[in-house]
Structure formats: structure tokens, C-alpha cells
């Protein structure tokens, strides 16, 4: 039961330390810019958080190295190429509809009409009770 709570109050203390990554630059539109940028990429340690929202030493890595293609001029499209020829379609959390994506698009579909059509198969098989 001891365990228990220790995990627990680990837990509650991992969870109370969370928050956003912090500003890296002091310029407001720049930081606007990073932040919309590093939302829409995926951190690919996490792979369940964005860039902007990870505290993984490869998200800082990369929010420095945005902000650094950012003083240099380049455009938002130049960077988001950059990241996907570097990690491929796969940083991004809304990935283009090519060949190699489409089950990643259709692939919910599919598995819910399946489903339905499991179920539909099922109820209609299935031998009914009958009140007497």
C-alpha cells in the first residue's frame, strides 16, 4: 500500500512539473512564429507531444535549431522541408496524402467499418431469445 502511494504522489509531482517549454527568444514575433511552427511537429522522442510541448533534450535541440533557421531568413514552408526530408512525413501531425500515407489516413476508416461490419455479422447470426 506504501508503494502505492509513493507511486502515486511521483506520479502527482511528475504531472505538477509539466508545462510548456520555455520562450528561447526574446522577440515576440519570432517566439509567435517558433510556437506555431513547433505545434504542428512532432517530437520524435515523445511521439505523442509536439515540439513546442516536449522537455526532450532532441525537442530543445530542434526548437534551437527552428529558431536558428528562422535568424536565417528561411520561410516557414523551407522549414517544415527541411524537417520532413530530415525525419520524414512522420514529424508532422498532419502528414500529406501520398501512397505511403494513406493507411495512416484511411487506416481509422477501415478499422471502423470492419468493426461494423463485424458486429452487423454478429447480431444478425446470433439466435435471438424468445419470451415465453
Known amino acids: 500500500m506504501r508503494g502505492f502511494l509513493f507511486a502515486l504522489l511521483l506520479s502527482l509531482a511528475a504531472i505538477a512539473g509539466a508545462g510548456e517549454a520555455p520562450a528561447l527568444h526574446s522577440d515576440p514575433a519570432t517566439d509567435a512564429r517558433l510556437a506555431a511552427l513547433t505545434a504542428d511537429l512532432r517530437c520524435l522522442v515523445c511521439q505523442n507531444q509536439s515540439i513546442a510541448d516536449s522537455h526532450a533534450g532532441l525537442a530543445a535541440d530542434l526548437r534551437q535549431e527552428i529558431l536558428d533557421m528562422i ?44 468493426a461494423a461490419v463485424a458486429l452487423y455479422r454478429y447480431f444478425r447470426h446470433s439466435p435471438m431469445e424468445e419470451d415465453t
Open 71 to 114: 535568424a536565417a531568413g528561411k520561410t516557414d514552408r523551407e522549414i517544415i522541408d527541411f524537417m520532413v526530408a530530415r525525419y520524414g512525413d512522420f514529424v508532422l501531425y498532419r502528414p500529406p496524402l501520398r501512397a505511403g500515407t494513406v493507411l495512416l489516413w484511411l487506416g481509422p476508416l477501415l478499422l471502423f467499418g470492419l
